[in-house]
């Protein structure tokens, strides 16, 4: 649930994955077992959320829960320092003038009766109950930070004349590159693009309209 469910305008904790639950029985009509596959993630919600609507549960359980030292390891930020999480304050913030702002702000981030450090916690026993390595989850968290920090890389063209883009904070790049444990080609991969043609490989740079597209595809 805290990987696959989110908070929406009529929900706090809605499913936003499809479910399949194969039941399978004895002859003498007593269940056996069970089957479960998971399909269908709405993966469009990583990068976009409507009006009064967050991103998975799980993004807030690490930011609200994590230690110093895993605040550290991952370099974690506060909720609203986030684009994948903040798009909705941005919403807040066009759409109330009045004094009450500072309230909508405050619930973009939290859901009534919520207890994200205890969410975080309950999160971390289950992974271990169910047979994570200690390692393994510090994969995962990692991972969980990198998606957030790439949401925040914004790209400019490089000259009036050229199209070609540049990025404009490169200091995130050695961030991610770091949590996904990669070599520092970051910055080649996301300003140009690869064409094979009959096994013949050619790179050119990524333009400004291309990326804009991209972009919006995955908003």
């Known amino acids: 649930m805290a990987f696959g469910n989110a908070k929406t305008a009529h929900n706090n904790n809605s499913s936003r994955f499809g479910k399949f639950i194969q039941v399978n029985y004895q002859e003498s009509g007593t269940?056996?077992?069970?089957?479960?596959?998971?399909?269908?993630?709405?993966?469009?919600?990583l990068v976009y959320q409507e009006h009064n609507e967050r991103n998975y549960h799980?993004?807030?359980?690490?930011?609200?829960?994590?230690?110093?030292?895993?605040r550290k390891a991952f370099h974690l930020l506060k909720p609203e320092e986030y684009h994948y999480l903040n798009q909705m304050t941005k919403k807040s913030h066009k759409l109330r003038w009045d004094n009450s702002y500072e309230s909508d702000l405050q619930d973009c981030f939290t859901v009534e009766g919520e207890d994200l450090k205890h969410d975080f916690e309950r999160l971390q026993?289950?992974?271990?109950?169910?047979?994570?390595?200690?390692?393994?989850?510090?994969?995962?968290?990692?991972?969980?930070?990198a998606i957030l920090h790439?949401?925040?890389?914004?790209?400019?063209?490089?000259?009036?004349?050229d199209d070609s883009i540049d990025i404009c904070n490169p200091e995130v790049l050695p961030i991610v590159s770091e949590?996904?444990?990669?070599?520092?080609?970051?910055?080649?991969?996301?300003?140009?693009?690869c064409c094979c043609v009959r096994n013949l490989q050619t790179h050119e740079n990524a333009t400004y309209d291309i990326m804009q597209?991209?972009?919006?595809?995955n908003a």
């Open 213 to 217: 597209k991209c972009i919006s595809l």
């Open 150 to 161: 790439l949401g925040n890389i914004r790209y400019k063209k490089k000259t009036y004349r």
């Open 179 to 193: 949590l996904l444990e990669v070599s520092g080609v970051l910055s080649e991969l996301f300003q140009s693009r």
């Open 125 to 145: 026993l289950a992974m271990e109950m169910v047979g994570f390595l200690p390692t393994t989850r510090k994969q995962i968290f990692s991972l969980l930070s």
């Open 31 to 45: 269940v056996r077992g069970a089957y479960v596959e998971k399909y269908l993630l709405e993966k469009s919600r």
């Open 58 to 70: 799980v993004f807030y359980y690490l930011l609200a829960g994590a230690s110093e030292e895993e």
